[in-house]
């Protein structure tokens, strides 16, 4: 079945300590994205790429970092420098035509103690 | 920049009623899409409806449909016949025909539905 994959589901950390999540699609498309919801707050965007090897910082950015090496993988590392980390985390996947929705992952709670 | 604005945090709803949620928005651009997608307890988004700017017509899916209106920049969503289901969280969002831009969101409208 085709569609996107984010691990784990639920993630405990201690605080200053790196973590990676990770988001996987097997949709063939080009556009990736991370939101993060908090509560009253909506989904803001982290940081997108619309092709390999390139990616644009979103509007909450600071203490983020991202990588696409693969067309299919696009994973976020929440950095020691990310003063409030315990959030909810979408993945999402846009094929390369304009005005195409965006298709969602399952989310990662990450958990800061 | 876009700005998405829903100004109902929670709505509630009697099972077999109609409830309206509302969304607007402000950009720039002629071109774009709009979107409301639901969000139930799973956390799953889901999409329930989308809107091209550039068509007149209001979408409709099933019991979902849209009230655009392109001049006052408002894209409400209309749910008839409400069922149990329909609890959840409710975003409305947009995109720019600009390339493969992001969606932007508003911050939500909790909907329950009261048996």
């Known amino acids: 079945d085709g569609g996107i994959t984010q691990s784990p589901k639920y993630l405990f950390r201690k605080e200053g300590q790196n973590v990676t999540l990770s988001c996987e699609q097997n949709l063939n498309h080009d556009a990736m994205y991370w939101y993060r919801q908090d509560p009253g707050q909506g989904l803001r965007l982290i940081y997108y790429?619309?092709?390999?090897?390139?990616?644009q910082k979103g509007d909450i950015a600071e203490g983020y970092s991202v990588s696409r090496e693969k067309k299919e993988s696009f994973p976020l590392t929440v950095t020691s420098a990310q003063k409030n980390p315990t959030a909810f985390y979408l993945c999402?996947?846009?094929?390369?035509?304009?005005?195409?929705?965006?298709?969602f992952g399952q989310g990662t709670r990450l958990t800061v103690v | 920049a876009q700005t998405v604005t829903q100004s109902q945090p929670e709505m509630s709803v009697q099972e077999a009623e109609t409830v309206t949620l509302s969304c607007t928005y402000d950009t720039s651009e002629s071109d774009y899409y709009l979107f409301w997608y639901k969000q139930p307890p799973s956390r799953q988004m889901i999409l329930v409806i989308r809107q091209e700017a550039y068509k007149q017509q209001n979408a409709t899916e099933n019991r979902f449909s849209v009230n655009f209106q392109k001049a006052a920049k408002s894209f409400s969503l209309k749910i008839s016949d409400s069922q149990l289901g329909d609890a959840a969280m409710y975003f409305c969002?947009?995109?720019?025909?600009?390339?493969?831009?992001?969606?932007?969101f508003g911050k939500g409208t909790r909907l329950s539905v009261i048996a």
């Open positions: 790429s619309q092709i390999v090897n390139d990616f």
């Open positions: 969002a947009s995109k720019w025909n600009s390339g493969n831009t992001p969606l932007v």
């Open positions: 999402a996947s846009s094929p390369w035509t304009g005005f195409a929705e965006a298709f």
